[in-house]
């Protein structure tokens, strides 16, 4: 009897996740009410910055493409296919492992982004420091809606690199998603 009170309490549990009529709720939806689960593509809206120590690093160029694998409840997470920045003066940075982004939904359409995995190497002066994301690794937020922008403000933790290298390097920029056109942040 003890077993049979704990499935239905767990059937109860699942049904309150996933809502009525069996429909998920999710983090990010397009269109309106619609789980997604495509292709995200952004590009830049101004130039990114990176300040490392005695480097800033300023990109003009940055293209991030991924797609959603996960979402539901109130988060989304997918791996990134693309990540790539350029023009970056003198300097360069070059990406060595894109990683993994989750959204996690902070209510009225906005919501948090978390890195995962993302490792760069930033290279000026003729010195080498490799930074990047861990696990959930806060990298800014997401404003949701018919022109979605992801606004990053990161602190990324110091890899590898000598005592020149800040630990840790902060990353300023903003992405416009192109795909898809609207992003609703539930």
């Not at 593509?41 to 003009?60: D, P, Q, V």
């Not at 949701?144 to 990161?154: N, R």
């Not at 998603?177 to 992003?183: A, G, I, M, V």
Request: aromatic content about 6%; some cysteine; hydrophobic content about 40%.
């Amino acid at each position: 009897m003890k077993n049979l009170k704990m499935l239905g309490l767990s059937a109860l549990a699942v049904m309150a996740l996933i809502g009525p009529a069996g429909q998920a709720s999710a983090s990010v939806t397009s269109p309106a009410g619609t789980v997604y689960t495509g292709t995200l593509e952004a590009s830049i809206t101004h130039s990114f910055l990176l300040k490392a120590g005695f480097a800033e690093i300023t990109c003009s160029l940055s293209v991030l493409k991924g797609k959603i694998e996960n979402n539901i409840g109130t988060f989304a997470i997918g791996k990134i296919s693309t990540l790539s920045f350029s023009l970056c003066g003198s300097s360069t940075v070059d990406v060595l492992s894109n990683g993994s982004l989750e959204i996690f939904s902070t209510g009225a359409g906005k919501g948090d982004l978390r890195g995962y995995s993302t490792q760069i190497t930033v290279a000026t002066m003729g010195i080498s420091c490799v930074y990047g994301t861990t696990t959930q690794t806060p990298i800014g937020t997401i404003t949701g809606g018919t022109q979605p922008v992801m606004s990053i403000a990161a602190s990324l933790p110091k890899i590898s690199g000598g005592f020149l290298c800040a630990n840790p390097a902060s990353w300023t920029g903003a992405y416009k998603l192109t795909t898809p056109h609207e992003l609703l942040v539930d």
